[in-house]
């Protein structure tokens, strides 16, 4: 790791707190070996290219005075912003900076906060004592989550106060502008109790010359009754390998929702954890990738049912291409004692060329009796009788692959809850099909 | 087809042991058996492992990892797990050099 | 079962097979395993010098790999303290009255001859390390099937056996593969000649007698061309209150056209740990079924396979579980498809009951250019109490787009509709789960031979009893 930067966290500028968990992280980090291939969970996704000495870390990065004006913004983010109908408040992260930050006002007068991390530090510490970082985070991630930690260059925090419902999206645009670099960034999301809300965590850049990394760490809380409905969307250009760690912890009749579209990078590492901590807690967990060139998706996930009555549906689908492969690793967990639970999961696939190749581990883990537990994994290629019919019925085999992997995709799409989201998702994958 | 070209010298390579080397970014496997050289792919049909790592047993290149065994000569699976054959090259020795083609 | 019997009438003991006779063997190896160890094993064999080498090799690829950090707990099973080899007798016979009194009786209680005088086309029987008796009905013999301990196997066939021998389960493949390889003693060789249709089943018994003792039979089987023929084996031992250790090889060849079924009824003791690997290498339009009940020992970890390297070959994989208090039964299959038009079935059930772990451990595998491959892996686990436990690991890699790969898996508990319906047509709750049970698992049960289906019947009685309440 490059002096400077990692031998020695540069925590000048930062809250004391977060000084403390940085170093802390580091310490952890230098600690534990890198996983290799020989351990289970990292067994299709190779560590030992994480490399983070030949990377320029972004630690600290600036949050501007200013926010920056709409024609400063890359014209991807502008479009993305002109379609978005996210009225509840928006920010744009460069490279982990923030250049703006918006919370419509009738939001800052509920009690809403929307703010870098940094800045509610000073604000609310005891907010970022009892959550940041706190996730029961699994023994194997804890090497990549504490340099995600050290190596922290930005993220916000969204704190939604009791019973408050907001209506409409919050939107964050993560844009990464060039290769070389390793952008660490957080998302903290605190709903209190009977709190609504649902967060667009959107990841972007153009096709980099170059190679560049993404660390992503998303922690939500939600209190008893509250919903979340977090969206993230990975349409990074090549050269990218982002990896993410998402956990959502589920208190009593909390339902905490997740839905991952992953288009871009070269490589997507996505770990997806829920933890259903109280009686009554309920968690839909969607995932849709679509892979083309040598793009290579590794999904991990977990439904820990440690308390009883509670529910999970996880339904993963992706489609791949060229020489495209992906991974599902999903787990459900029911402890000792976590009766009726209602816990299922499934994954299919869908492999549209020769060279593509997919892997899918789906496992149950169960120490309690009164329970549903299911799941179920396909993998398996464009009916070849549908396709003969559509196109008996004179369309192009092309635009007959096109509408089945539509039909594929459609199942996920449908529960979608942002309706221009859905729009936008829709086109993207259309594009990238140009089947 | 490419040229021969040198990729070590017959006293780098033990009697009846493997050796690694490489070609144009190809990890190759160099096998000396019977006094004859002979080169693979050196890379295990079943996961990939390096087969220098191995060991030669009774003319058959032996993969350290699972036991798979391959012919040196056809780079044919002689024992699972590993059910595909790893890719051969032509290979020579002059004046003590040994030449591998791509 | 008739609804006015109870369980208790059926009269059986907690464990049938928990007898044991005197321990008089003619050699037994000092505890623990050790170069020494195994050099004896080879010089008591006479082998040829191949082997003892392949023996020696196999110890140190043992020695170099580390201890399996998945599946069950391994913690408690102390190498030093089991005996590696104990030759019950100097000959192998070949007459039933000339097995020496103990054995035999052992094997009576077992039913050996009994099953014999039925009409089963062959019977072995191993005790200890080594085969105490091995005969095939002489109509097989004149077909020219073979049917013989390993060791003579070895010494009668030696060209066939060292073909095939290790060549789909080499020492390097797994630690326990590789300790096998260092210390086997006895099991089967069996060939079955192109063409040749046995309709009945070859039969072998393994029992173990004495304490601390440690069994690796390697069983190596070739079915050539267009031939058909079943394997049942069946394994028991005395229950101690020290470990006891299993761990066989078995290598099984199906060539072009040929079909084989290959049984286990595994019923150790629950001091038992078992840790076999059974591969099979399935060749162009051949079949291949393991049946594998898995019902007694402490842990076992045992996963079938088939690797399908043939056109249109086809595997197929019934797995039953039962794991009661204090077991761990870690099973499953593995398929690997690395041909065009090669189809499988994985159908798994088990049962946890009390602090029972079952877990369902499985590889579904294609290779490019597999094409039209076809696979299904159904699992299904019933939970009967609380503290029982069920997990579900299936790997499925898939290389080949042109394939069809599935995979299905339910956990649930006995339903209370279906115990309430039974209990209103007036049966009593214990035999309301019995039968819920025995439904459970009978597209299974009714795959295995008569005699073993009825055990197996017998046994889930025997181990409903007091589950309830």
């Known amino acids: 790791m490059a002096d400077g930067i990692m031998t020695r966290p540069d925590t000048v500028g930062d809250p004391q707190i977060l000084a403390e968990r940085r170093q802390a992280a580091w310490d952890e980090y ?32 600036v949050v501007a005075p200013e926010p920056a004006a709409t024609d400063d913004l890359p014209g991807a983010v502008r479009d993305v912003l002109a379609g978005s109908d996210s009225r509840g408040g928006t920010m744009i992260e460069i490279d982990g900076g923030v250049a703006r930050l918006e919370l419509d006002s009738a939001w800052v007068e509920a009690g809403v906060i929307f703010a870098p991390i940094a800045l509610l530090a000073e604000q609310r510490p005891e907010l970022l004592e009892r959550f940041l970082f706190s996730s029961d985070v699994a023994p194997m991630e804890r090497k990549l989550w504490a340099l995600h930690v050290a190596a922290l260059s930005g993220g916000y925090v969204l704190y939604v106060p009791e019973n408050t419902h907001i209506d409409d ?24 109790r009977g709190a609504q809300v649902t967060v667009i965590d959107e990841f972007m850049s153009e096709d980099l010359e170059g190679e560049a990394k993404s660390l992503n760490g998303v922690e939500v809380f939600g209190g008893d009754g509250a919903l979340v409905n977090y969206l993230a969307l990975q349409r990074f250009g090549a050269g990218v390998k982002h990896f993410s760690m998402q956990h959502a912890n589920t208190p009593r009749d909390c339902t905490l929702n997740s839905f991952n579209v992953s288009l871009g990078a070269d490589l997507a590492r996505c770990d997806v954890t829920s933890h259903l901590l109280g009686p009554g807690s309920d968690s839909e967990m969607l995932a849709l990738w679509f892979g083309g060139r040598g793009q290579h998706f590794d999904y991990h996930t977990l439904q820990h049912h440690a308390a009883p009555h509670a529910r999970s549906d996880l339904l993963f689908k992706g489609a791949l291409t060229d020489r495209a492969d992906s991974v599902f690793r999903g787990l459900i967990r029911v402890d000792e004692g976590a009766q009726l639970t209602d816990a299922y999961q499934t994954n299919r696939n869908l492999l549209l060329s020769p060279d593509s190749e997919a892997t899918t581990l789906p496992s149950l883990e169960i120490a309690a009796d009164d329970v549903k537990c299911s799941h179920g994994a396909t993998v398996g290629q464009v009916d070849e009788h549908q396709l003969f019919y559509l196109t008996s019925r004179g369309l192009t085999r092309a635009q007959a692959e096109r509408l089945l992997v539509f039909g594929f995709f459609g199942e996920v799409l449908a529960r979608m809850p942002v309706d221009s989201v859905r729009e936008r998702m829709t086109d993207a994958i259309e594009r990238k099909i140009g089947i | 087809m490419s040229e021969f070209r040198t990729v070590a010298r017959l006293e780098e390579i033990p009697d009846n042991g493997l050796h690694p080397v490489e070609l144009d970014g190809v990890s190759i496997v160099l096998a000396s058996s019977e006094g004859e050289v002979l080169a693979l792919r050196d890379q295990c049909s079943h996961e990939e492992f390096p ?16 036991g798979a065994r391959f012919d040196l000569r056809t780079g044919a699976a002689k024992a699972l797990p590993a059910v595909r054959p790893v890719k051969t090259y032509e290979c020579r020795v002059v004046d003590g050099e040994i030449q591998v083609r791509l | 079962m008739p609804k006015n019997e109870t369980v208790d009438q059926l009269g059986l003991d907690e464990y049938k097979y928990d007898f044991r006779t005197e321990d008089a063997p003619v050699y037994k190896a000092e505890k623990g395993l050790s170069e020494e160890v195994v050099r004896q094993i080879s010089a008591h064999k006479d082998e040829p010098e191949w082997m003892l080498e392949f023996r020696l090799r196999a110890l140190e690829i043992f020695y170099s790999k580390p201890m399996p950090d998945w599946g069950g707990d391994l913690d408690t099973l102390n190498l030093d303290e089991i005996y590696f080899y104990l030759k019950p007798q100097d000959q192998m016979e070949r007459s039933w009255d000339d097995v020496p009194e103990n054995i035999k009786e052992t094997f009576e209680r077992l039913g050996i001859p009994e099953a014999e005088r039925k009409i089963l086309a062959g019977v072995g029987a191993q005790f200890e390390s080594e085969m105490v008796y091995h005969s095939l009905k002489e109509e097989w013999e004149e077909q020219g099937i073979i049917f013989e301990s390993i060791e003579d196997g070895l010494r009668k066939h030696p060209e066939i056996f060292r073909e095939y021998f290790a060549t789909i389960v080499p020492p390097a493949d797994n630690k326990f593969a590789a300790l096998n390889s260092a210390v086997w003693s006895g099991g089967s060789f069996v060939y079955i000649p192109k063409g040749v249709k046995v309709d009945i089943p070859l039969q072998a018994y393994f029992r173990v007698n004495a304490e601390q003792m440690g069994q690796f039979e390697r069983t190596l089987i070739i079915v050539e061309d267009g031939a058909e023929a079943q394997y049942i084996e069946g394994c028991t ?39 076999v690997t059974q591969r099979s290498m399935v060749h162009e339009d051949a079949s291949m079924e393991w049946v594998d009940g898995n019902l007694g020992s402490k842990l076992t970890m045992k996963y079938p396979s088939c690797f399908l390297v043939g056109d249109r070959a086809h595997g197929e994989i019934l797995s039953i579980a039962y794991a009661g208090d204090g077991q761990h039964q870690d099973t499953g299959g593995k398929v690997v498809h690395a041909a065009p038009e090669t189809t499988s079935l994985i159908v798994s059930k088990s049962i946890s009951k009390g602090t029972g772990r079952s877990s369902y451990r499985g590889l579904c595998k294609v290779y490019e250019g597999a094409v039209g491959s076809k696979s299904n892996v159904e699992c299904d686990a019933l939970l009967m109490n609380e503290t029982s436990r069920t997990d579900t690991y299936p790997y499925i890699e898939i290389d080949e787009n042109q394939s069809s790969i599935g995979h299905e898996a339910s956990v649930s508990k006995v339903g209370e509709e279906q115990l309430f319906y039974l209990m209103s047509r007036g049966m009593s709750e214990e035999q309301a789960m019995t039968m819920i049970v025995r439904g459970f698992i009978e597209p299974i049960a009714k795959e295995l031979p008569l005699e073993y289906a009825i055990e197996l019947n017998r046994l889930i009685e025997l181990e409903m009893e007091g589950s309830v309440g």
Request: glycine share 4%.
């Open chain 1, 30 to 61: 230098r600690s534990l070996p890198m996983p290799t291939r020989k351990s289970e969970e990292w067994r299709y996704t190779d560590l030992a290219h994480l490399d983070p000495e030949a990377f320029e870390h972004i630690v600290d990065a």
């Open chain 2, 51 to 66: 087969l220098s790592d191995g060991e030669l047993v009774n003319g058959q290149v032996e993969c350290i990892l699972h």
């Open chain 3, 237 to 275: 031992a005395p229950v101690y209150t020290t470990e006891s250790f299993h761990s066989g090889v078995i290598e099984i060849i199906v060539k072009p056209q040929a079909r084989f079924r290959y049984t286990t009824i595994q019923n150790w003791s629950n001091n038992m740990y078992n840790l």
């Open chain 1, 169 to 192: 999206p919050v939107h964050i645009i993560r844009w990464l502008s060039r290769a070389g670099v390793m952008v660490s960034t957080h998302s903290l999301i605190i709903v209190e």
